[in-house]
Nanobody, 127 residues
Framework: QMYVAESGGGLARPGGSLRLSCDVFGFSFESHGIGWFRQVPGNEREGISCIGGSAGSTYYRDDVKGRFTISRDSAHNKVYLQMNDLKPEDSAVYYC????????????????????WGHGAQVTVSS
């Protein structure tokens, strides 16, 4: 069985921090990419950060670079998204996703629509 499941999220003040966790079942970190996507009502789901491959290559969308950090723990089958300096525009439902990496790499995964999705975790940034 292959699936991903998010946890974490919640409410944070502007400038604050939150960490999202993704439990990863049935996927190889070496051959699969794991990514974080987010969606606000009325907008398309967008990839914000992905990690994958034997070298743990990462990709970040420009508006989260320097604020968000993606990491993985192979021993515990988890991928994390540490979110610092949060802004109100970061408010969204955040999804963990996974798919077999293509030769195009991790950026392509974050720009596309991965095959496997979690149910989402709400992140709200408000004062």
């Amino acid at each position: 069985q292959m699936y991903v499941a998010e946890s974490g999220g919640g409410l944070a003040r502007p400038g604050g921090s939150l960490r999202l966790s993704c439990d990863v079942f049935g996927f190889s970190f070496e051959s699969h990419g794991i990514g974080w996507f987010r969606q606000v009502p009325g907008n398309e789901r967008e990839g914000i950060s992905c990690i994958g491959g034997s070298a743990g290559s990462t990709y970040y969308r420009d508006d989260v670079k320097g604020r968000f950090t993606i990491s993985r723990d192979s021993a515990h089958n988890k991928v994390y998204l540490q979110m610092n300096d949060l802004k109100p525009e970061d408010s969204a439902v955040y999804y963990c996703a996974a798919e077999l990496l293509s030769p195009l790499g991790i950026k392509a995964m974050c720009s596309g629509v991965p095959e496997y999705w979690g149910h989402g975790a709400q992140v709200t940034v408000s004062s």
